[in-house]
């Protein structure tokens, strides 16, 4: 992957996304079937499809954006069209969510296993704004931490809002 004080740089930032997604997962942990299929938040979205987006968001930017591939997915078909807030609704058991999600972690892990942060990605946002903006993986796993920190503390509140759980989140 790299050497020296980038392989020192790799390790740091994926272990705050590591931690990142363990906290995820750790709010999530034990909440009901029904609570995971609940919004509590006027724009809809519940904390099954947070966690399922978590898990596209991995395997878009890791495996489409990163390394320019990705296999097709079963769990796609008969999916509408990335659309919002649809996205952020999923109406799958927790098992199967969260099971996803970890695949799609690990299929990161192991791209980011093989791949130096300066690599210029060989895929491309379909973006274009956002694309130009995208100059190297380093950028990839930065964008990473952000998303998933960001949708951790959004299922936090909404665990607290769905069955009174605080302090699950590890930060």
Do not use: K
Request: hydrophobic fraction near 40%; charged fraction near 25%.
């Amino acid at each position: 992957m790299s050497t020296g004080s980038e392989a020192d740089e790799s390790r740091m930032l994926l272990g705050f996304l590591q931690n990142l997604r363990d906290a995820v997962l750790s709010v999530v942990e034990g909440l009901s079937e029904e609570a995971w299929h609940t919004s509590v938040v006027p724009s809809g979205w519940t904390p099954a499809g947070l966690v399922e987006h978590l898990g596209r968001a991995e395997r878009h930017w890791f495996q489409l954006v990163a390394t320019g591939t990705a296999t097709e997915l079963q769990w796609d078909e008969g999916r509408p069209p990335y659309v919002r807030p649809a996205v952020f609704v999923c109406d799958r058991p927790s098992a199967d969510i969260v099971a996803f999600y970890r695949d799609q972690c690990r299929r990161s892990d192991e791209v980011l296993a093989t791949t130096s942060l300066s690599a210029a990605p060989r895929g491309r946002h379909p973006n274009p704004e956002l694309a130009e903006r995208v100059t190297n993986v380093r950028w990839i796993v930065l964008h990473m931490i952000e998303e998933t920190a960001a949708h951790s503390g959004h299922l936090q509140i909404a665990r607290e809002l769905l069955d009174g759980r605080t302090g699950l989140g590890g930060h």
